[in-house]
């Protein structure tokens, strides 16, 4: 039996956060290695372990697989998180891609510039409220089911999850106008992977302190 998979990235969420929900829905149990300074990174690209000399990078299976999206995919496909047929990925992919425009929006708040960080909040709770949330609150709504996809569980309820998560952590409020979404949100939120994901001492990392962000900038940047 292979072992588990193992994460190689910093102790934050950044690209590797998703990974992370979906290994966590798909019930496996994964391991990681942090990088804590500059030569850990360095370390893993004189090894050759990183096709682009880049991280999110997860062994598994025998791999060493880069590309967040690739990883991505790879698990939702191994794990039946991907929709039975090709039009059903195809509309898993439409909504996960929004959901990763908004989350990596969310994402990039910690690191803006002080002149424009208030700007850029503004913008996020603007898209989530008037571009992204209205789609999957009406989608839901309009075939009843409890899954976005093809009345089962898929990749697209995890990331849907995970970036209405995040959203709250902006605003506490900001489902406050989509019903049908709070309904979604207890429900995949009761799924006993996921709840157990949720509850503190799991994987699941917290939002980029901002102190932190001089650290992951001396990782990546130099
Ligand atoms: N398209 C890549 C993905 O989605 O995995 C981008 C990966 C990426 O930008 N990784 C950053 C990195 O490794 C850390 S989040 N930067 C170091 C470098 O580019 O040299």
Redesign the pocket.
Known sequence: MAGKPKLY?FNGR??METIRWLLAAAGIEFEEQFLETRED?LKL?QDGA?L?????MVEIDGMKM??????LNYISGKHNLYGKDLKERALIDMYVEATMDLNEMIMLHPIQPSETKAKHFATVIEKATTRYFPVYEKALKDHGQDFLVGNRFSRADVQLLETILMAEECKPDILSKFPVLQGFKAKISNIPTIKKFLQPGSQRKPPLDEKLVPKVKSI??T
């Open positions: 990235y950044g690209r990174l690209q990183l682009f000399q880049q991280v999110p880069v590309q967040t999206r690739a990883i990546f940047y």
